[in-house]
């Protein structure tokens, strides 16, 4: 049974909440093994999983960009939380230097001991993660503040089995399915050698979701989400206000658009949307949809709770 990957937008405003937009969150679920892994933490962001069906209780790790306000302080609030019920879960907090010395001053100011089941890991350029089935890797950006950009590759998996031809060649069940199952080449009693390969559909390839905000244009963004299914990618300011984004250090949609283009990505996912863009506006949340989609037509804008299935049908 393929494994659900699945990306839930928690806020998408950049700078401050809106009615409609939160602040900077987005969830990764991956359903098979009961886990939620959050990147970006802004003020409220606890309020926003309360809005959905995912569960704080699965939170295990967080990734932070970078150190600004609407990045990363609904953190405190939400790890207290998560400590209130029962014990609480181990949870790794992966960030820029300066990281681990916030979430100290925010644990002793407050009287709150995060330490026995938060850990914090300053980041640097390369994979930072890696278990049995994803390997998460990060590079650094472009902004006022030390920032990183974070990608989640999925493993290859082994193609299935083909079990049935394998008996009907007379191969006897038992250790040696083990063998061919890992691709391995094995000798029957009879003199007859059998590939695992052979007896195996493709291996199935992963699927990779990339994260970058906040940042200009840069080519370690490119780098990051090459070939990627998946770039969620900011879009601070349209086209007309490219000089707010060259001062601040923020990309324009057709910013984003052009990295999406230049990595080769399967979908392209705005976020971190200024709050001067609404409906009735002189420059709508509308027009950059369009001026993305002009150079990248595979383009979403996301909206808070917008919810994305990365399926393998789209992996490479």
Request: hydrophobic share 40%; net charge negative; aromatic share 8%.
């Amino acid at each position: 049974m393929a494994r659900a990957l699945q990306i839930t937008f928690l806020g998408t405003s950049a700078g401050v909440p809106t009615r409609a937009r939160n602040v900077s969150a987005v969830a990764l679920r991956f359903e098979q093994r009961a886990a939620v892994w959050l990147f970006d933490c802004g003020e409220g962001t606890q309020h926003q999983f309360l809005r959905t069906d995912l569960k704080t209780s699965q939170l295990s790790h967080i990734f932070i960009t970078h150190l600004h306000g609407d990045h990363v302080y609904g953190l405190a609030g939400l790890l207290a939380t998560c400590g209130l019920s029962g014990p609480g879960q181990l949870i790794r907090v992966y960030g820029p230097a300066g990281l681990p010395d916030y979430l100290e001053a925010c644990g002793r100011l407050t009287q709150s001991d995060f330490s026995a089941r938060v850990t914090a890991i300053i980041v640097s350029p390369g994979v930072i993660y890696e278990d049995e089935e994803f390997i998460v890797s990060c590079q650094p950006l472009r902004h006022r503040v030390p920032t990183f950009g974070y990608r989640v590759t999925e493993k290859e998996r082994a193609g299935r089995f083909d079990v049935e031809r394998a008996a009907a060649l007379g191969i006897p069940a038992g250790p040696l399915y083990g063998k061919l199952k890992r691709g391995e080449r094995v000798t029957l009693p009879d003199g007859r050698t059998f590939d695992g390969a052979d007896l195996c559909t493709p291996p199935e390839p992963g699927r990779s979701v990339v994260y970058c905000t906040d940042t200009m244009y840069c080519e370690t963004a490119i780098a990051l989400a090459a070939d990627a299914d998946v770039l969620i990618h900011e879009a601070t300011f349209a086209g007309p206000d490219e000089q707010l984004a060259r001062v601040s250090l923020h990309s324009t949609a057709t910013v984003a658009a052009r990295v999406a283009a230049e990595a080769r990505v399967k979908q392209l996912i705005l976020t971190h949307i200024s709050p001067r863009y609404t409906p009735g506006s002189d420059v709508d949340t509308n027009d950059l949809l369009r001026e993305a989609s002009a150079i990248f037509p595979d383009t979403i804008l996301a909206y808070d709770f917008l919810r994305i299935d990365v399926p393998r049908h789209i992996a490479r």
